[in-house]
């Protein structure tokens, strides 16, 4: 890497010694660091050994020529940036060596300030591909699927969904309900798609009424409406070559649907008020909370849209049916509020984690990480304990989810009612652990014998869970 936008490693290849010492010289004196080499050999060697920015060999070497050089460079070390030198340049040879992959193609004499502009420019190029390289690796870490948390058997069957689908042009609908990471799992698959360094545009479906959300979409032309003073180019256009994201697309209205339809099947659309006909290559990525089959059976939901948008669905399942990634989500949200803070937090106690194990989770991941933010911002100490949760979660979640159950049975009742809670806790365990027993165990903090006799004692087996 450049030591500066103006610094960076060399290699000088070339045979004729005293011009590779002179120039050698010269390019040290402009503060870059510069080795040298007399053969083709000799120089891929020195290449081999360490990643220089930039190389500027003669074309004509005792071993090899530096064309050579080039086709080797090109496949072993592309980010190098390789500069050519000839005593016989014609325009002929200096086209084919850009064509090769050469930066640029000098003649000598060497001119001391045409070789400090080129190695410049090269080293420019090099620091531009390397923060394009650098981005792209933190849009992967950040939306990638990398940054989807979790082991549970669910969602690793999620996780395997993902893959296979992602670099096809399949349309895709995730179901989940709010706060379950719907939008995360969508920039996952555009990140992981062929489509990654084209647009991903998101569509929050339920947050614009029914006129504005089509304009929205499909863009207008100017005095479509009262207030369209302008053409508008809509999502859809905006999303061409890459991946639209639909959220909450139960909300959709009628009309609204018929449109949504025609371009999941003929890929075109029209402005509002416009007459033109837009062609558009996109990736349809879809999410709803609601349970669109009931939607279409009471008339609310088309079903032929249905039907289309049905294609691979992904369920993203809320977090009180994955309790044993609590811990892991946890550690996650942690490292990255103690990087926004800088607060010397080192983790979480025991007891703040069965707290968290045993809160039902209404508002899903996103109350989650909320509540690990405002852990990190109100902790006193380097370990969050059950203070520094919020008073919900504190609470003795088993009673208070069945409260208004218990207030209306008799004291002799007391032990059937308290027994129905414990028996929910221990089906969701199992589920969260895909019926490993250890692991449930592990879970609830009870020991693998104890769990055996309470599913003895509640009549849970694993034959009912493969009838279910």
């Not at 050999?41 to 003669?58: G, L, S, T």
């Not at 799992?185 to 798609?193: C, D, E, K, L």
């Not at 508002?363 to 059950?386: D, H, T």
Request: charged letters at 25%.
């Amino acid at each position: 890497m450049p030591q500066a936008s103006n610094q960076g490693s060399l290699l000088v290849v070339d045979d004729d010694r005293p011009l590779l010492e002179a120039m050698a010289d010269y390019l040290r004196s402009l503060g870059h660091r510069t080795e040298t080499a007399s053969t083709c050999d000799e120089a891929i060697a020195r290449m081999k050994e360490y990643p220089f920015d930039a190389v500027i060999c003669d074309v004509n070497l005792p071993d090899k020529d530096g064309f050579e050089l080039l086709e080797w460079a090109t496949q072993a070390v592309p980010d190098t940036q390789v500069i050519l030198l000839t005593g016989f340049g014609t325009i002929d040879s200096a086209v084919e060596a850009i064509r090769l992959g050469a930066f640029d193609y000098l003649t000598k004499p060497i001119i001391d300030d045409e070789l400090n502009f080129s190695i410049r420019r090269a080293l420019g190029q090099r620091q531009i591909v390397s923060e394009n390289k650098n981005l792209r690796e933190q849009l992967h870490q950040r939306f990638g699927l990398g940054n989807i948390v979790g082991h549970d058997y669910r969602m690793l069957k999620m996780f395997d969904l993902i893959e296979s689908v992602a670099d096809t042009r399949t349309t895709v609908l995730v179901l989940g309900e709010s706060g379950t990471g719907k939008t995360m799992t969508a920039r996952a698959i555009h990140q992981m798609s062929n489509r990654r360094d084209k647009p991903f545009v998101e569509v929050a479906c339920g947050a614009l009424p029914d006129s504005l959300l089509e304009s929205e979409l499909f863009g207008h032309v100017a005095g479509s409406f009262t207030g369209a003073t302008h053409d508008k180019m809509g999502k859809f256009l905006q999303a061409s070559g890459g991946t639209i994201f639909l959220d909450e697309i139960g909300t959709s209205s009628a009309n609204l649907q018929v449109k949504l339809l025609r371009v999941l099947q003929d890929r075109e659309f029209e402005p509002v008020g416009g007459n033109k006909t837009h062609k558009v290559d996109v990736r349809m990525i879809l999410a709803t909370n609601l349970d669109l089959e009931e939607a279409v059976r009471k008339g609310e939901f088309r079903q032929d849209l249905y039907y289309r948008i049905n294609v691979v669905t992904l369920t993203q399942p809320p977090l009180r049916e994955r309790m044993s990634d609590i811990p892991l989500l946890a550690d996650h949200y942690l490292k990255d509020f103690i990087e926004q803070t800088g607060k010397h937090v080192t983790g979480f106690s025991h007891q703040a984690i069965e707290l968290m194990q045993r809160y039902r989770w209404p508002g899903n991941v996103r109350e989650l990480v909320n509540v690990i933010e405002r852990a990190v911002v109100l902790s006193k100490s380097p370990v969050i304990g059950p203070n520094d949760l919020p008073e919900a979660l504190r609470r003795d979640d088993p009673l208070s989810d069945f409260g208004g159950r218990l207030s209306n049975v008799g004291g002799n009742n007391l032990k059937s009612a308290l027994a129905t809670p414990e028996r929910q806790l221990i089906l969701d365990a199992l589920e969260s652990n895909g019926w490993n027993r250890q692991g449930t165990a592990d879970t609830l903090g009870i020991n693998r014998t104890t769990l055996y006799k309470k599913m003895k004692k509640y009549g849970i087996s694993f034959e009912q869970q493969l009838m279910s």
